[in-house]
DNA sequence: GTTTATTGATGCACGAAATGCATCAAAGTT
DNA sequence: AACTTTGATGCATTTCGTGCATCAATAAAC
């Protein structure tokens, strides 16, 4: 291992970079001036390079020092964190396990993995959050949750993608509504149907796999009105206004007043793939992946 | 500044965990073993935890070991990196701007941008990827890349989002095509067609976005084939298979074997952003932007 | 224009801290 | 049972960082 430069001296100088004045800031390290003015002698000359323009009268950083401080702040940080992440290690708790999740795993999938991994693993710390689909891929490629339960597939190098469910998609319709007196449902039955979905903004990623799908049966989807919620979305189905498409996993959570068929086809399907970061190897996630594989239902 | 602990000692350690045995690492280091030892010691000490563990024959890292293992050799990694950063502003490059683009910005927007952005800036280093729309949320987000041209639109708290262009679509079909005979091409004028595009591996992005259009207008999208590469599809679409959809971008590198009409829609069109992390304020990034910005044809 | 106050840099003596050497106890190997 | 190798530890030595006093440069005050 290469021995990397001045690393010492680095809090010293962000400290000073905050205040641009070696008096101050010496005061502030409780550190006499001239140690301050060493300190960073050092470090610049370790590193080959100035890193602030000083005058007798004011001290400013330069295009140097600006690019050192914005890097190694957030560094830093990262380093405190580190710290913390693996006291909580050592005093027992087996880690911090951080998962996303969307809506059609909230039901089954994750609830269920939930609580066998808390009882195989009770020291490990969970925190659960819920992302869409495309704010879980962001989350996870900046570190911000370690796995998550999307939309799938997904297909990226840097990832790992494990298919836990798929599930198929029912309509949900009126209770008078003249499709439920068909045997059986399939795609091309909603040719002309007006379907009322959620809106692009929180279903992304859903309408365009819906999409996908339409478009390779050679349907149009015709989305006439759209929701921003899920109650509004039942009850603009249970008024007549039109049909929509659900997963298995939510239909449960239907009002009554609507009728649900499932659409028979192979291709019209919901799958729920749990993901995490290649080059994350913790224990923690490991454990969790263990657990999750088995409690996926219908998979591949 | 909170002053954190052990900060001098983590490479030692790194070190340490490497081969996991005292003597050979103190060698590697130009250190007596004892010293070694000790520096350990003293970093378990500030830390509150420990992070090997020992005996008289062998040497472990415990639990916490190997996540603080884990966490900081990325780190230094990261400082290494900063200080070439660093060390690059330093010498007069301004700095290094890592931009990647996709399809529909390389053969305008980006070149051009470029051209503008060598000249404005010639110090800063830039270093130019190809990278799909759906990769380049993910490179952003990893610090992969400081800015992407992508499909728009996009939405995130954590990125700036500037729409460039919003560019017509264009059919490109054989030459003796009936659809060659209207005046002017509308969407309702696709039902039906037989229609080849890129395959969803390499297009994801960009038939998700047609598919939306085409169900916004009600007519199915009837993806008959799918091709992998522009030459095929040029091929396919010659060769009297179907039609396909371009962005008038790409219009230009068609053969000339087939023949493009506009179609006239106002929803019937690719929008390009660029993208970078709001916690992004490189000046290279902003001098960029500024640069960008001003080359958007058909801006919002 | 002179004085004064404040800035960061520097010479020097001191002291804390890290190092190297020698040695020890523990544990596997022969 | 003797030997080798492991990491830990006591102690003398050296290194290195620190504080104090002071300096030169510069801006502000008079």
Do not use: C
Not at 96 to 118: H, I
């Amino acid at each position: 291992m290469k021995t990397l430069p001045g690393l010492e001296n680095v809090q010293t100088f962000l400290a000073l970079a905050q205040d641009l004045n070696f008096r101050r800031t010496a005061e502030r390290l409780h550190l006499d001036q001239s140690a301050l003015s060493r300190r960073i002698q050092k470090l610049e000359q370790s590193l080959g390079f100035r890193l602030l323009d000083r005058t007798t009268r004011e001290v400013s950083l330069t295009q140097a020092g600006q690019q050192f401080y914005r890097d190694n702040a957030e560094l830093m940080r990262g380093y405190d964190e580190s710290i913390q992440a693996a006291r909580r290690v050592a005093e027992g708790k087996a880690g911090l396990l951080r998962v996303a999740y969307m809506a059609f795993a909230a039901t089954e999938l994750m609830p269920s993995a939930m609580l066998r991994f808390r009882q195989a693993h009770p020291y490990i710390d969970v925190r659960l959050e819920y992302i869409r689909t495309q704010g879980q891929k962001i989350a996870l490629a900046n570190g911000d949750v370690d796995i998550g339960y999307m939309i799938g597939p997904f297909d990226h190098p840097d990832f790992t993608a494990l298919q836990l469910s798929s599930e198929p998609l029912y309509i949900a319709t009126p209770r008078n509504h003249p499709l439920l007196l068909r045997p059986r449902i399939v795609p091309s039955d909603l040719v002309g149907q007006a379907i009322i979905l959620g809106n692009m903004r929180e279903w992304e990623e859903y309408r365009w796999r819906l999409n996908d799908m339409f478009s390779g049966e050679g349907i149009a989807l015709n989305v006439t009105l759209e929701a921003s919620n899920t109650l509004a979305l039942n009850g603009l189905v249970a008024a007549g206004l039109g049909i929509t498409i659900y997963p298995e996993s939510l239909i449960g959570f239907l009002g009554r007043n609507v009728e649900v068929r499932q659409i028979m086809h192979p291709a019209f399907r919901s799958r729920t793939v749990l993901v995490w970061k290649r080059s994350n190897r913790s224990p923690q996630v490991q454990a969790f992946v263990q657990v999750a594989k088995q409690i996926g239902v219908h998979a591949p």
